[in-house]
């Protein structure tokens, strides 16, 4: 079993990516990319495989991976997401998938579902359902993990542009979030409020280790003192797109 992570490189119309909840300000193309490189740098320095999927220019937010697939043990959900402009997406993501030697499956029409909206904890998985997953995504996602073993638990999300803007959680399976982000945070059973709207998103690298946004240092501290080793990195031309640390990646644990 190895543990891969893949990437898409921030293409040239960057600047065009979609923004919804906040306001729309100019993106630095080349400090993004050099952003994205110290992301890319921080995976592999924690023992993570780097497999880049390959680029689509064409759409300016293919460079937040996550949104085209779900991934469960070693079953890869393709997505359809909630706007038009990144269903093109998908294609690259598959053929990636296909080379690791992944399952794959597919959410279709009328659904939709963006990775971004899909929490997984143990065997629970939660979905956002909100403006980019409609009901019928989650009825598709439940399908076809329920006989593998999930537990898919629909939240509504009214107040962010995804799930995973407003919530993750840690690998003691705590949930933490920004309050005035979480519609229900009763929904998590253990939920633990974070202090800053970007200390939200946090990227498990290992039982011990994260990976969170340099946004966020008070965070990152309460979280140093929980116990856990906390890597900082600098996303904050992906913020202006309302993306965070867990949009730029897709860890997939499969046969390889």
Same mark, same amino acid.
């Given at each position: +079993? ?35 490189? $110290? ?31 779900? +991934? ?9 997401? @909630? ?27 009328? @659904? ?15 979905? $956002?359902?909100? $403006?980019?997953?409609n009901?019928? @995504?989650?009825?598709q ?7 593998? $073993?999930?537990r ?14 407003a ?7 705590t ?14 059973g ?27 240092p008070?965070?990152?501290? +309460? ?6 080793r ?27």
């Amino acid at each position: +079993m190895s543990t891969i992570a893949l990437v898409r490189r921030p293409g040239p119309g960057l600047d065009s990516g979609l923004v919804e909840n906040i306001e729309k300000v100019h993106v630095d193309l080349d400090a993004a990319r050099e952003q994205w490189e $110290g992301y890319v740098a921080a995976l592999k320095d924690h023992g993570w495989s780097v497999v880049e999927v390959e680029a689509a220019d064409d759409c300016p937010d293919a460079v937040f991976v996550e949104d085209s697939v779900v +991934m469960f043990r070693n079953v890869a959900v393709l997505t359809r997401p @909630g706007a038009d402009e990144r269903k093109p997406e998908i294609e690259g993501t598959r053929r990636a998938l296909e080379e690791l030697g992944c399952s794959i499956n597919a959410i279709k029409a009328p @659904g939709t579902l963006d990775g971004g909206d899909v929490l997984k904890v143990g065997d629970t998985v939660y979905v $956002g359902r909100g $403006g980019r997953t409609n009901a019928e @995504g989650v009825a598709q996602l439940r399908s076809i993990l329920t006989p593998l $073993g999930a537990r898919v638990v629909a939240v509504p999300v009214t107040q962010v542009l995804h799930l995973k803007t407003a919530v993750t959680a840690l690998p003691d399976g705590t949930v933490i979030g920004y309050p005035d982000f979480v519609d229900e945070p009763g929904i998590f059973g253990r939920f633990t409020a974070v202090p800053e709207p970007h200390g939200t998103a946090v990227v498990c690298l290992s039982e011990t280790d994260l990976l969170i946004s340099a946004s966020a240092p008070r965070t990152a501290q +309460m979280l140093r003192e929980r116990g856990y080793r906390v890597t900082e990195v600098a996303i904050s031309e992906f913020e202006k797109l309302e993306g965070c640390p867990t949009c730029l990646s897709v860890r997939v644990r499969c046969l390889v």
